[in-house]
């Protein structure tokens, strides 16, 4: 698709492949680009504009961090290739049978229990490694991933400004207990009744 905006710019979206790191974030603030608006100033706009990648693919900041939240704690960030990971915490044990996908299990990655790793950040090269199988440990590729990961977390972190979360109530009803395909490896789960309430955060 051709997209045109009301500054003049074009560029060819489809057909062509990038390499730029991107989250839902930046949906809005590239809209307003392609529209040829401002985004507002009397707050805090989490979402860059990557509206440069869409007129150019070959235009791509290899230095944008994507940041993982679980509630209010970050327990990952993402630069470049590396992601490191500061917290673990897959599924809170539930007395259930069900645990992991069968076969995908990794030790001291998929935890039951929430696990603080931010003093030795847990590092993958997501280039290499897609699945996060294989962690990165001590050697100059893990120091000098981590030189480059730790002021951006810092900085991040300093930059924060406490907020309300909009999307604050939950119902365990909603989830999904019972997948297509559940029965045949005997994996179901009872769908308990809907009792929507605002949401407790553990972490």
Request: with cysteine; glycine share 8%.
């Amino acid at each position: 698709a051709v997209v045109s905006t009301q500054s003049g710019h074009y560029g060819r979206a489809g057909g062509k492949v990038t390499h730029q790191l991107a989250s839902l974030m930046d949906l809005f603030t590239t809209s307003l680009s392609i529209a040829g608006a401002t985004p507002p100033d009397d707050r805090i706009i989490d979402g860059s504009d990557i509206m440069h990648v869409l007129v150019n693919s070959s235009d791509v900041d290899v230095e944008k961090p994507i940041f993982y939240y679980r509630g209010n704690e970050m327990m990952a960030v993402r630069l470049g290739s590396y992601k490191a990971n500061y917290w673990f915490w897959t599924e809170k044990g539930s007395g259930n049978k069900f645990s992991f996908c069968p076969g995908q299990y990794i030790e001291n990655v998929l935890t039951h229990e929430k696990v603080n790793h931010t003093a030795e950040p847990v590092l993958f090269h997501l280039g290499r490694d897609p699945g996060e199988k294989y962690p990165i440990y001590h050697g100059s590729e893990y120091q000098d991933a981590m030189k480059r990961i730790g002021p951006v977390v810092e900085e991040h972190k300093a930059r924060l400004v406490p907020g309300y979360p909009s999307l604050n109530h939950c119902d365990n009803a909603i989830q999904n207990w019972a997948p297509p395909g559940c029965e045949e490896i005997d994996y179901c789960l009872p769908v308990p009744a809907s009792d929507p309430k605002l949401c407790v955060w553990s972490n």
